[in-house]
């Protein structure tokens, strides 16, 4: 009966912790988002945005909204770069951008014209 009790605390201490290790790591993440413009101001919709964790090569991609938005609500804690492309326009490219934990970042890109 004592052997079964011990087994049973020890389970119970082992999930606690792993649960409450998870909840941790979970919440070690940041954000990266803003509006992309044209020259004159408007909204660019459909570029395509790219993070990039240039410690381990893992890319986010997406595109930007109706509103110009674009975000990465949940990247892993380290350096990034960001790239935004969109046909017409030069390429911007944005690096060492630092995720912390629960940093939130607004990187608002302005494009300009292609040559």
């Known amino acids: 009966m004592r052997k079964r009790r011990i087994i049973l605390l020890a389970t119970v201490f082992v999930l606690g912790f792993l649960v409450s290790s998870a909840i941790v790591w979970a919440s070690i993440t940041g954000t990266i988002s803003g509006i992309v413009t044209d020259p004159t101001g408007g909204l660019v919709v459909g570029a395509t945005v790219t993070a990039t964790n240039t410690q381990t090569g893992v890319r986010a991609l997406g595109q930007t909204d109706r509103s110009g ?44 014209l292609a040559k």
């Open 69 to 112: 938005f674009y975000s990465f609500p949940d990247l892993a804690v380290g350096t990034y770069d960001l790239e935004v492309e969109q046909k017409g326009f030069k390429t911007f490219r944005q690096t060492r951008i630092v995720i912390d934990a629960n940093s939130a970042i607004r990187l608002d890109v302005k494009l300009e």
